[in-house]
């Protein structure tokens, strides 16, 4: 899951892209938005056209997040069963 976010003023806007068919927009406020494609390609462009129009409306893009959950932390396991030995 990849996120966008837009502040301004103490307002911020989050698109957080579920899948590349989902998107979920929070802000700025208490507003939230679903938006759903019928191809991955509708999902890239209206995340561009609409980080646009938040910067053209004086938002700062402050960054993309990636979900570090999907990553494995550990690179190479444990040498033995029980790790307090």
Do not use: C, K
Request: net charge positive.
């Amino acid at each position: 899951m990849n996120s966008w976010l837009y502040a301004r003023n103490g307002d911020s806007v989050r698109i957080v892209e579920v899948t590349p068919l989902h998107l979920e927009i929070s802000g700025p406020g208490a507003q939230r938005a679903t938006v759903r494609f019928d191809h991955p390609e509708q999902g890239f462009a209206y995340r561009q056209q609409n980080g646009n129009i938040l910067t053209g409306a004086g938002y700062r893009f402050l960054g993309l997040g990636a979900d570090r959950r999907r990553r494995e932390r550990r690179q190479a396991g444990r040498p033995g069963s029980d790790r307090r030995r």
